[in-house]
């Protein structure tokens, strides 16, 4: 029996995370995992691996890729240079097929842990080219006339950050789940994993902060987890105090802002409201 994921010393998981992972290894179905970026889906596929002692093989979905790369590529290209050549390899079309994510982790001798990581930037037929293969565990390779199954069942964890909707068919073939943004509680836990022993002051006075950005209306990209975490790290290494990231009406920014607000309507947006509390005096 498969150990059951509790999180790690480097991954901080809630309760409902944890849950969700183990209900789709036992019910061997992909886990949908959607989320703001930053929030740690990918992560937690490479968490869920070390903790379970599994190898990872990770496929990063792009707005090109297709599919069939998932599964292999025949280079029919290769095959017609060598056969100009009088190559003795063009008699062996397995010799020209290159093996996809899905097939190094259906081939795998050990179960894997395979991440397919955000989906929503591939073409919408791109979910739905994979239902069979993710449903049966196998596919057929034409070139050659083999079937290729899954010698152990690989864990799943597929990644969205919610940029398109994705096909009702593939969702139901997922487990599925919403990683909330952390709260302060959680928050601290997390920082806790990656600052040890930050003075709580500083602490207590950076998340109130970065959260007041986050609630601020009109602004266009809200900072991440691991956006805050980078945060913390140039305040620590420019050794800052409490006292020290202190704002008045005049300076609405940050210190060191350009690790939370990352691009310039984010920017203007606070220099605007540090301009109006200065007219309102």
């Known amino acids: 029996m498969t150990a059951r994921f509790q999180g790690t010393a480097e991954y901080v998981a809630t309760d409902d995370l944890t849950i969700a992972v183990n209900a789709a290894v036992t019910l061997e179905r992909p886990l949908l995992v959607k989320g703001e970026p930053g929030t740690g889906k990918t992560e937690l596929a490479k968490q869920v691996a070390d903790a379970l002692g599994l190898k990872m093989i990770e496929w990063n979905v792009k707005s090109t890729t297709r599919a069939q790369q998932g599964l292999y590529e025949y280079d029919a290209v290769s095959r017609l240079r060598d056969s100009q050549l009088g190559d003795e390899r063009v008699h062996d079309v397995s010799n020209y097929i290159r093996k996809g994510k ?20 591939a073409d919408i037929e791109f979910p739905n080219d994979l239902l069979q293969e993710l449903d049966k565990m196998e596919f057929h390779v034409y070139e050659t006339g083999e079937t290729i199954k899954a010698k152990n069942r690989p864990i799943v964890i597929i990644t969205s950050n919610n940029e398109k909707e994705l096909p009702d068919a593939f969702l139901r073939r997922c487990f599925f789940h919403y990683i909330r943004f952390p709260d302060e509680t959680t928050m601290r836990r997390i920082v806790e994993v990656h600052h040890p022993g930050i003075k709580d002051a500083l602490l207590t006075t950076a998340l109130t902060q970065f959260y007041e950005i986050r ?24 050794d800052l105090t409490a006292d020290d990231l202190k704002r008045d009406g005049a300076n609405a920014l940050p210190k060191l802002h350009g690790a939370l607000l990352k691009n310039e309507q984010d920017v203007h947006l606070f220099e605007r409201l540090a301009f109006m509390a200065r007219s309102k005096r």
């Not at 982790?105 to 955000?118: H, M, N, R, S």
């Not at 609630?215 to 420019?238: C, M």
């Open 215 to 238: 609630e601020t209306q009109g602004l266009k990209k809200k900072p991440s987890t691991s956006e805050v975490l980078d945060w913390l790290k140039l305040l620590l290494a420019e």
């Open 102 to 121: 899905l097939w190094q982790a259906f081939d795998a001798d050990e179960k894997v842990v395979l991440l397919i990581d955000e989906i929503d930037k």
